[in-house]
């Protein structure tokens, strides 16, 4: 069975860094940068907040789309977070099911 796949974007407290990552077990991956062992960026500048996610059926279409949004300009990645999530918040309670 194949194991679908996620794109997120942390931010810090101030929304002004945003990291985005792809993994295949969203909650985990979340929980790890906010325990400060996600990445070594993640942790330099305290991303620990889930702005945004999507959902994949294969993680090959995860990499592809994070691939893609990582070429985006801050504008625009601001835009598609303003979409899901207009007030900012943290989505971390959202995502306890994508275990």
Same mark, same amino acid.
């Not at 993640?42 to 294969?58: A, R």
């Given at each position: 069975?194949?194991?679908?796949?996620y794109i997120y974007i942390m931010s810090n407290k101030t929304r002004s860094v945003l990291? $985005?990552?792809?993994?295949? @077990? !969203?909650?985990?991956?979340?929980?790890?940068? +906010?325990s400060c062992k996600g990445s070594d960026f993640?942790?330099?500048?305290?991303?620990?907040?889930?702005?945004?996610?999507?959902?994949?059926?294969?993680?090959?279409?995860? $990499?592809?789309?994070?691939? @893609? !949004?990582?070429?985006?300009?801050?504008?625009? +990645?601001?835009?598609?977070?303003?979409?899901?999530?207009?007030?900012?918040?943290?989505?971390?309670?959202?995502?306890?099911?994508?275990?």
């Amino acid at each position: 069975m194949e194991r679908g796949g996620y794109i997120y974007i942390m931010s810090n407290k101030t929304r002004s860094v945003l990291y $985005i990552g792809v993994t295949s @077990v !969203l909650y985990w991956r979340v929980s790890e940068h +906010k325990s400060c062992k996600g990445s070594d960026f993640t942790t330099k500048y305290n991303c620990t907040d889930l702005v945004y996610f999507e959902t994949f059926t294969t993680i090959e279409e995860a $990499i592809k789309r994070e691939k @893609v !949004l990582k070429k985006w300009k801050r504008d625009w +990645k601001d835009n598609l977070i303003y979409k899901l999530n207009p007030d900012l918040v943290d989505l971390t309670e959202n995502v306890k099911d994508y275990i």
